[in-house]
């Protein structure tokens, strides 16, 4: 049985592995992918003559990742890098102590549509990165609407508390 002081447990709320671009190989084929910038209907031209050749390659990284790779686990009160095999926790950011999220999208992750997400304190010192986030900018969101969450419910909890006892 918990105290009626203790805190709630932390619950999941999204679980996002890294993409390909994560890697040096994956880098490597995002900038193949874009060396040649002529466009040529719907894709560039070295999408068209390296796209094909290069999809085994791409789908041996994709599939090594998540099995042998990071994933980014956000839950209601932190966001956490853990490995995909044990889940081990790597590194971890408190959503309370986060000021900032800046999203950066390098050249190698425009053709996998990821970016990186770092998240600064209130001094702007980093408190963390994830890198190679697929569609960074709806994370980063996901990121700031638990953050605001966690405040709101932070507040309510104090006021709760605040309030006198009624026999």
Known sequence: ??????PPPERDVLTVYPGVAATSVGRLIGRAL?????????ATLSQWLLG??????????Y?????????????????????????RQVDAAELAEVTAAEVTVPSAGRWFRAGDL???????????TVRSVPHVDNF???VAEMKGARASVD????????RPVRA
């Open 34 to 42: 874009n060396c040649v910038p002529l466009r040529i209907g719907p």
């Open 155 to 162: 507040a309510a909890a104090k006021q709760i508390a605040a």
């Open 140 to 142: 980063a969101a996901r």
């Open 52 to 61: 094909l050749p290069l999809a085994p390659l791409g789908a041996a990284v």
């Open 1 to 6: 049985m918990t105290d009626a002081a203790d």
């Open 63 to 87: 599939f090594w990742q998540k099995a042998f790779g990071l994933r980014y686990r956000l839950t209601d009160r932190r966001l956490i890098v853990e490995t995909s095999l044990t889940g």
């Open 118 to 128: 770092t998240l600064r304190d209130r001094s702007g010192a980093r408190l963390l």
